[in-house]
């Protein structure tokens, strides 16, 4: 007879199996281990992507969690008693790398988890418990290092006659400030400032990227806001205040380069909202815009509706505090002057989505350069932190020659202007590397990594080489091709028949799983010259070749 093997580590599950099969006279013992095993072990309890919300209280009669999962909503998801234990419990599934902030509704009081160990002021809902799901980590720039030179804060009081208030504004110089005295440095406009010097660790990441070459020497100005809601909520008294004061006063007293294209804001939540709005209503100001979970959904339309009146009540405001702001389509639609925009949001945030997902195509219809991500994360700090190097990259790495005033100003120099062409050539490649490589994290909730290779045919036709690859059940807008040293690389998503996963069985519109195929090409290929067209489930990619070559056909399995 087979015996049961007892679990070094039990989980919940097998908890709570014993937990329900306990006679009456067990239960108040295994309900005292288990306790301890919480104490022990912390909660959530989390094995694999199962991730088991546990509360313990006797005299509880109500407890749910609520968090980034669920747009911290009031009444939260339940947590199910399980049976008179006192024991309530909740599992959902999270795919990771991931971390999430949450909190725990006990008979309507919003408490932090007693058996969480993680706990974090996260500047978002006071204090919150959180948990991680996978390996995920703080990026390397986010860390201090003894080789790096940095650079200094400068601290002040700024009276403004516009506001009739005085705010705290923090000056960050790099390390090189006191020894280039010819040059004018770029400025980067924060709202938040305070938040971002100490939570987001903003000085260390510019020293860091700035050391690496990653982006120019340049100046974060942070700001801290008076009276928030107010000043961020497209407020043209805190736009005027921007332009006719702060401005002018930072380029006065520090060595800027007081241009459109020396300037970039950026803001997260609310400052993302006001930043967009001063670079769409103020181009001969800025050149450059980030925004990290930007409230866009507030200028976007969605003025009266239930979400933002909810919001609005939230922070006890009985009337709009936008006034009669432009809505962000009719200002796209006025600008002139294109300006570069950085925004990412959260998957745990998704009534932020949409409105990013409207401006951004009449961004890039107006011919704005724009890099949006849709991340795993949430509306924090921690996630905000993270991609910090996403944006700045982004909004200054290819323009540190010009920014920085270290390109040459004959005109008629072709070299310089070739150089230059070619570094920035490669500043893009690696962007859309680093973005690429991350192609499978836009499906992780609904499609799963595949040995499926497609078939690919290849033909030689004078100086050019066509590769034909069939694409069945690929949807042509779920797919990109990169073209990365001597490799063609082509990622993508695929809708299968009925699919079988442990066991269990999925309609198609359910079954989804991500390829890639890489595809040599010779070397020196340009990408100017390779093209690519799709029809009727069939990629043909057209990619010119040497004289002489021999093309040989290497046969795909097809499973």
Known sequence: METGREEAAPTFP?????????????LPDEIARFTQVLKAVGTPMIDGSAVHFVYYDPDARQVAATGEFNQWERRGTPLLPLGNTGIFYRTMDFQ??????????????????????????????????????????????????????????????????????????????????????????????VHDGGE?????????ILDNLIHNQEIPPLLAVMVDPVDRLREYS??????????????????????????REGRGVIGASLGGLISTYLGLSRPHLFS?????????????????????????????????????????????????????FYFDVGKYEPQFIPAHQRL????????????????????????????????????????????????????????????????????????????????EMFFRDSARASAWSPAVESIHESNRVIFRIALPGVDPRAMGLLLLGHQLILKGVRTTGQATIDGDSFPPEQAMEWFDLSLPVPEGTSAELVT?????GRLEITVPAPPGIVVRRIPIEVK
């Not at 709009?320 to 294109?338: D, F, H, I, Y």
């Open 288 to 340: 450059k815009v980030g925004g990290q979970s930007s409230a866009l959904f507030l200028l976007d339309g969605e003025r009266g509706s239930s979400l933002v009146n909810d919001l609005l009540k939230r922070f006890g405001v009985s009337r709009s505090p936008w006034g009669n702001a432009k809505g962000l389509a009719a200002l796209v639609a006025e600008l002139r002057t294109p300006i570069a």
């Open 532 to 536: 690519a067209c799709y029809s009727d």
């Open 360 to 439: 951004v195509p009449l961004l890039e219809a107006q011919g704005c350069p724009c890099l949006y991500q849709e991340l795993i994360g949430g509306h924090n700090w921690t996630s905000w932190r993270a991609h910090l190097k996403d944006l700045l990259t982004f909004l200054w790495g290819e323009a540190e020659t010009v920014a920085h005033g270290s390109v040459s100003k004959d005109r008629d120099n072709a070299e310089p202007a070739a150089r230059e062409a070619a570094a920035l050539s490669a500043e893009v490649d690696r962007r859309f590397v680093r973005f690429f490589n991350g192609w």
């Open 14 to 26: 097998t908890w709570r199996r014993r937990l329900e099969q306990a006679k009456e006279s067990e």
């Open 234 to 259: 497209a407020n043209e008294e805190y736009a005027r205040f921007t332009e006719t004061e702060l401005i002018p006063h930072i380029d006065k007293t520090y060595r800027t380069l007081a241009r």
């Open 96 to 189: 990771g790398p991931v971390r999430v902030e949450y909190k725990l509704i006990v008979d309507g009081d919003w408490v932090t988890d007693p058996f969480c160990p993680n706990n974090i002021d996260n500047g978002i809902g006071e204090k919150n418990s959180y948990f991680v799901v996978g390996d995920l980590r703080d990026p390397p720039e986010l860390e201090v290092s003894a080789s790096v030179p940095r650079g200094r804060v400068q601290e002040f009081e700024f009276e403004s006659e516009v506001l009739h208030n005085r705010r705290r504004v923090y000056v960050y110089m790099p390390a090189n400030y006191q020894e280039q005295l010819n040059d004018g440095f770029p400025v980067l406009y």
């Open 196 to 204: 971002y010097l100490t939570r987001a660790r903003l000085p260390t």
